[in-house]
Nanobody
């Protein structure tokens, strides 16, 4: 089954940075929009950031100015640079794809979900 594989999570202190990667194997994702999602314990999954096929980007308000999404089509890989992290960013971060970013906040209709990578922000 085709899906994304995420990496790069870990433990970081408040104010620190992490860079996440999300790689897809199976077919090219150049024609897809891809979103980074996160789910904290006891909370619903939420869309964090989405990038379209032509590299237009979207961010939820909580991460604007701190997170940067990018893509490397030749590597079928997507990145999330996270700066100035705070404890509220603690969650499992995962990727999924869709034709557009229209539903990135909810994840409706997204596919090829990865298992996720744990990000913990704590002192």
């Amino acid at each position: 089954q085709y899906k994304f594989v995420e990496s790069g999570g870990g433990l970081v202190q408040p104010g620190g940075s992490l860079s996440l990667s999300c790689r897809f194997s199976g077919f090219t994702t150049a024609h897809y929009a891809v979103t980074w999602f996160r789910q904290a314990p006891g909370k619903e999954r939420e869309g964090v950031s989405c990038i379209t096929q032509d590299r237009q980007t979207y961010y939820t308000d909580a991460v604007k100015g701190r997170f940067t999404i990018s893509r490397a089509n030749a590597k079928n890989t997507f990145y999330l640079q996270m700066n100035n992290l705070n404890p509220e960013d603690t969650a499992v971060y995962s990727c999924a794809s869709d034709a557009t970013c229209n539903n990135y906040l909810t994840g409706w209709n997204f596919d090829h979900w990865g298992q996720g990578t744990q990000v913990t922000v704590s002192s």
